[in-house]
């Protein structure tokens, strides 16, 4: 099987590195205090954290033009912030704000930007792969250069709409990179006892005749080179792409769960492979100043911090938006 | 002025939307170089070319699911899914992501989108390819629902369907494809929500859709006969409703009769009897009466088949029973 391994990173630019490093602390900070926030029951209904799989959200971003579409899951925080949403309005609609993202119409699971090409995210698995083909083809036909690049987890690999989306994407030639966030769990099942292959996306990728492409999904450097190659295929013409990147959540599957299935050694094992401290270990020996690291740190403080009170500020919904935009007449009505 | 069937009628109305706007493609199986199975689609990958008129695998997920993200990003697709029952497969698409993600997302998405669908019974199929499923459509929020009962409102509600910014499920009665009528020439463009009298009478007033209303009208000729004389409403778009005629015409006449092809529980029926109880109650002069197929899946066998849905007989008979009772 032909895998790419993480390259050696010296093609990257320090300016790219440290934005990257600034985007991973920022989703590590914003995931940690809205998981405060539930605590204190500021935010209810559920959530799905991104802590310890913040170097693909920040490595595919830093790959993407502002034109390119982003389709997440769910488990959104992370894509969502990583393609330039301010962290007010995201905390806001986590806490059900009229300040929120979505007016608190949403809710975590649904945030969606479309200034910022964040085409929405979605919590039915493998519905937005076919979506993000759709837009795919959009760009296609109206050839403009735009890509969409598509995530999901590995528990999605084993529902219809994913099949069904890679073979369509494959025969229109689409300009469409679906990337699996493949942390070995489904939800509280090991993917691996529920599924045929060992390589949940990459080993089905010759099934549609793609390439089998693995990558360390905890390396950012890894991912943003993976990322370029891919989104430059599409957009160049070449169709679409499937990428398997190998990381772990640090926490449960969602606010509910302590995640308690998982042996100690195993979770041990994966935070010694922790993306955030691995990457500024490596900053530091490509000889940036732990100063410089640490103004970065201190600013993204800052920045949660502001962002947690301006949302907390933030008007309750009125009931207005109760009855608003079902329709594009911007109402509810479905009766005369 | 030419006679067009039913299923001719499809074509025309989506090449006179094709022709004035580049941004509504056509995709679905079979739709292209087949002309569609039902042939309501002949002729438009040969005007329109296979950029626009488009081919897809037996794929209803990906089908709707490239619907929705083109309609997302500023096409106006028009999408096929073959049987209406084939629904079943990729209703997450349709009642989950299409029909909700303008409201999640706060009016930052648009799905100016059309789904066509062959719908309902008559055709001896059995009970796969068969049921008709307006009531699954019309109870989701966010889904329009048209389903014209003869050629020119298939021109004209299809050319609505397609300019409106909203997803529409449109569906067609395939036991009328073969049914003609004169069909005017140019630009035709009708309205949605908007039912039609087409039989104005004094004694009831039967509300009908889709394949329903020619056996309506039929029923109500007979019935005239018998000296019952009724107003025949054909409702044409279930959502949004067009409550304003329907409530005026029951008013004038005192009675209600529904003729619906779906299955009895949930169908569009009950919630017109509903609206008509809550706010015309003292103006009825007796019971309203929904006439439907059973609650059952259809069977394949013509005897069968006829026996489930609506006949004219059995309109005449329902309506000449309780109008005498």
Not at chain 1, 153 to 172: K, P, Q, R, S, Y
Not at chain 1, 289 to 303: G, K, M, P, T, W
Not at chain 2, 35 to 55: A, I, N, P, S
Request: proline share 5%; with cysteine.
């Amino acid at each position: 099987m032909a895998t790419k391994e993480a390259k050696a990173p010296a093609t990257l630019d320090l300016e790219t590195r440290l934005h990257m490093y600034r985007t991973q602390v920022a989703l590590r900070q914003f995931e940690t205090r809205a998981y405060d926030l539930f605590l204190e029951n500021y935010v209810k209904g559920t959530s799905h954290l991104s802590i310890g799989q913040e170097a693909i959200a920040a490595g595919v971003a830093e790959a993407m033009r502002p034109t390119d579409w982003t389709f997440a899951t769910y488990r959104g925080h992370a894509h969502t912030l990583a393609r330039g949403v301010p962290m007010t309005p995201v905390f806001a609609e986590l806490m059900g704000r009229a300040n929120g993202l979505m007016a608190g119409k949403g809710g975590s699971m649904h945030l969606t930007s479309v200034e910022h090409g964040v085409m929405g995210s979605y919590a039915i698995i493998g519905a937005h792969l076919p979506i993000a083909c759709g837009a795919a083809w959009s760009a296609q036909y109206r050839g403009t250069d735009q890509v969409a690049v598509c995530f999901f987890g590995d528990g999605t690999t084993n529902i219809g709409a994913f099949h069904e989306a890679l073979n369509f994407a494959v025969i229109w030639s689409l300009p469409v990179v679906f990337w699996c966030e493949n942390n070995l769990w489904m939800e509280y099942t090991r993917t691996s006892e529920v599924t045929a292959v060992v390589n949940p996306a990459a080993d089905r990728a010759s099934a549609y005749g793609l390439e089998s492409i693995i990558v360390d999904g905890n390396d950012a450097d890894a991912v943003y080179q993976v990322a370029c190659d891919a989104v430059e295929l599409a957009r160049a013409g070449g169709g679409p792409s499937l990428i398997e990147a190998k990381t772990y959540r640090h926490g449960g599957h969602s606010r509910a769960d302590p995640g308690k299935y998982r042996p100690d050694e195993e979770i041990a094992e994966w935070m010694q492979r922790d993306p955030l401290p691995l990457y500024r270990t490596r900053l530091l020996e490509a000889g940036v100043a732990e100063e410089e690291l640490a103004a970065i740190d201190e600013s993204v403080r800052l920045e949660v911090e502001l962002a947690t009170e301006e949302a907390k500020a933030g008007p309750i919904p009125g009931e207005d938006l109760l009855l608003k935009d079902v329709w594009a007449d911007g109402g509810a009505a479905w009766r005369n | 002025m030419a006679q067009l069937t039913y299923r001719e009628a499809i074509a025309r109305g989506i090449a006179q939307e094709m022709r004035r706007d580049p941004s509504v493609v056509m995709l679905g199986e079979d739709v292209g170089a087949a002309g569609g199975v039902f042939k309501g689609t002949v002729g438009l990958l040969e005007e329109f070319g296979d950029v626009r008129v488009r081919d897809t695998p037996i794929s209803e997920q990906a089908i709707l699911g490239a619907a929705m993200g083109a309609a997302m990003t500023g096409l106006r697709p028009i999408a096929e899914i073959m049987f209406a029952d084939f629904f079943a497969v990729c209703w997450d698409i349709v009642a989950n992501e299409i029909a909700k993600s303008r409201y999640m997302t706060n009016g930052q998405l648009s799905f100016p989108l059309v789904i066509r669908s062959g719908n309902g019974g008559g055709l001896r199929f059995g009970a796969q390819h068969s049921q008709a499923v307006e009531n699954w459509a019309m109870m989701i929020p966010g889904l329009k629902v048209v389903v014209p009962a003869n050629a020119l409102d298939v021109v004209g509600l299809m050319a609505a369907s397609v300019r409106d910014n909203d997803p529409v499920i449109f569906l067609e009665a395939k036991g009328l494809y073969a049914t003609k009528m004169e069909v005017p020439d140019g630009e035709i463009v009708d309205t949605l929500g908007s039912a039609k009298v087409v039989r104005k009478g004094t004694n009831a007033t039967i509300v009908a859709l889709g394949m329903m209303v020619p056996r309506a009208l039929q029923a109500a000729e007979e019935l005239a006969a018998n000296g019952i004389d009724c107003t025949v409403v054909d409702v044409r778009s279930l959502v949004p409703l067009d409550t304003a005629t329907i409530l005026s015409e029951v008013s004038a006449t005192g009675r209600l009769f529904t003729v619906e092809e779906n299955p009895r529980l949930c169908g569009w029926g009950g919630e017109l009897a509903s609206i008509v109880a809550e706010e015309l109650f003292y103006d009825l002069d007796g019971p309203i009466v929904r006439i439907t197929t059973p609650h059952i899946p259809l069977p394949a066998a013509d005897v069968l088949e006829d026996l489930a849905i609506p006949s004219v007989e059995r309109i005449v008979t329902t309506v000449h029973k309780s109008m005498n009772s």
